[in-house]
């Protein structure tokens, strides 16, 4: 086993993905079973994200779900990938993981991204605009006052049970993204690992930028992306072909819809465009068998210097997607529970 992956943690973010054949509330009650698994299995932490009004994603509500899969589990931290605060007022945030700080001590994550709604129609439902996310960095400071006490924006207003509880921040990287982490001086979780160059980019960028704080006192960079593994490097391609046809289709028709088995993919007709960037679709990711898989994510590792890489794999079958992450396990040599108190 390679040097740099025994000291690499290893996580995963689920994304709640709807299948053909199951609904909403099945793609949850998966989502909490896989991170039972997974705690078995030694992975670091599991994450979960928002998206709403999408056709082919569940998790609408992260820190509900976040509550469900921590009370499911009791070792391995839950958090999530990410709430997106433009969608909400910093102190409700606050409240939500001071709750779950209080239930689950010392295993919440509060990873942050700065999207907003799908679209306009959405965005009105939530009572949001585009230019909401320009304002990500004053939010997050207020967000961050809340647990510290320190927001001025609110003058004798408390976030509770928030307040004096240390809920480690992460900043979800796009754009602007590693810039604010930076300056924020808090971990930063950047994707995906298909743009290899322009994500090395954005992690220097953010290393030299980097201000110590009172969250952390160094840079700390996550690496996250599609990381699947079979007995066959054709198997393990079948893997990724549920997640390329859904994004292929949602780029052509406007609409991300649910997953597809690889059969029936393999019979779907497909125009020139839909074809083009359903094969894109299919390159870049670390994929293949162990030892593929050992030696891409060796070199990733060692070229970004990461201290943490995020899994976020989506396909039909959650049983192969299971066993990718056992194999994974075994060839990271996972295996020991995270320990409390560990960011």
Known sequence: MSSWIASTRLSVLDRSRTRE????????????????????????????????????????APTVLAAAVAAATSTIRVGTGGVMLPNHQPLVVAEQFG???????GRIDMGLGR??????????????????????????EELLGWFTGEQSSHPQ???????????PPFVLATGEGARIAA??????????????????????????????????????VTISGTVAIAATEAEARRLLMPEAWSMAYSRTRGVFPPLLPPERIEALPMTAKEREFYESGLRGHIAGTEDQVLDALESVVKDSAADEVLITTSTYDRGSLLDSYRRLASIAGLGTPARDGER
Request: glycine content about 12%; overall charge neutral.
């Open 21 to 60: 054949g199951y609904d909403g509330p099945a793609a949850l009650r998966d989502t909490v079973s896989l991170a039972r698994e997974l705690e078995t299995l030694g992975y670091h932490r599991f994450w979960v994200s928002e998206h709403h009004s999408v056709p082919g994603v569940a998790g609408s």
């Open 99 to 105: 709750v779950l700080e209080s239930l689950f001590p």
């Open 115 to 140: 999207s907003v709604g799908f679209t306009d129609g959405i965005r009105r439902a939530l009572g949001r605009d585009k230019k909401d996310a320009d304002d990500f960095a004053g939010r997050l």
């Open 157 to 167: 207003v408390h976030a509770r049970p928030a307040e004096g509880l240390r809920v």
């Open 183 to 220: 300056e924020a001086g808090l971990p930063m979780v950047i994707g995906d690992l298909r743009s290899r160059d322009r994500m090395l980019a954005g992690i220097e960028r953010y290393r030299q930028g980097f201000r110590p704080s009172v969250w952390s006192e160094r840079p700390h």
